[in-house]
T-cell receptor, first 109, second 117 residues
Framework: DAKTTQPPSMDCAEGRAANLPCNHSTISGNEYVYWYRQIHSQGPQYIIH???NNETNEMASLIITEDRKSSTLILPHATLRDTAVYYCIVRGTGQNFVFGPGTRLSVLP | DADVTQTPRNRITKTGKRIMLECSQT?????MYWYRQDPGLGLRLIYY???????NKGEISDGYSVSRQAQAKFSLSLESAIPNQTALYFC????????????????FGEGSRLTVL
């Protein structure tokens, strides 16, 4: 079973920040938070991951709460091409990735 | 060219037929995976292989078998297809998981859509 809980869907206006929440209240100390996204029916694509510090790359930012029980993926300036299903995954080193249903983000013009 | 290639991309077959989905990769990764996706759901792991001599069942292996013919090739077989195996199938690869959590990042193929009538 997935170790995370995400809202099934969200909308965001084009050009605005998209903030996608994820709850992972049972996360262990050695488990990382990963985010992937799946555009239409393509294969999922890695976005970002983190342990406890906030992370940023060219695609997104990941904000992890101090107690690590939840996190937020931020797409700073959402475009129509960011419309996708976003998966939040908790995984320890050596474990397999478990994909839940994710959040369907719709970026609206 | 794609690093992870799946064939066929689309297949329609009949109940009881044997079907093979093939996956090849040029990333040089040791680990390969087969996932299944049903509409509105996440991906579920069918089988995975950490090297040529290693095969492991995932959460939904019943009705499926796999073969790791080489480091670069991992095929999924449905010995006798049934309608509830209609789904989108993904192959993925990853490097060996070492101490760096970025190791093990999954790289997916473009999917094989299978319809069983």
């Amino acid at each position: 079973d997935a170790k995370t809980t995400q809202p099934p869907s969200m909308d965001c206006a084009e050009g605005r920040a998209a903030n996608l929440p994820c709850n992972h209240s049972t996360i262990s100390g050695n488990e990382y938070v990963y985010w992937y996204r799946q555009i239409h029916s393509q294969g999922p694509q890695y976005i970002i991951h983190g342990l406890k510090n906030n992370e940023t790359n060219e695609m997104a930012s990941l904000i992890i709460t101090e107690d690590r029980k939840s996190s937020t993926l931020i797409l700073p300036h959402a475009t129509l091409r960011d419309t996708a299903v976003y998966y939040c995954i908790v995984r320890g080193t050596g474990q397999n990735f478990v994909f839940g249903p994710g959040t369907r983000l719709s970026v609206l013009p | 060219d794609a690093d992870v290639t799946q064939t066929p991309r689309n297949r329609i077959t009949k109940t009881g037929k044997r079907i093979m989905l093939e996956c090849s990769q040029t990333k040089g990764h040791d680990r390969m995976y087969w996932y299944r996706q049903d509409p509105g759901l996440g991906l579920r792991l069918i089988y995975y292989s950490f090297d040529v001599k290693d095969i492991n069942k995932g959460e939904i292996s019943d009705g499926y078998s796999v073969s790791r013919q080489a480091q670069a090739k991992f095929s999924l077989s449905l010995e006798s297809a049934i309608p509830n195996q209609t789904a989108l199938y993904f192959c993925a690869t990853s490097d060996s998981t070492g101490g760096n959590p970025k190791d093990g990042e999954l790289f997916f193929g473009e999917g094989s859509r299978l319809t069983v009538l």
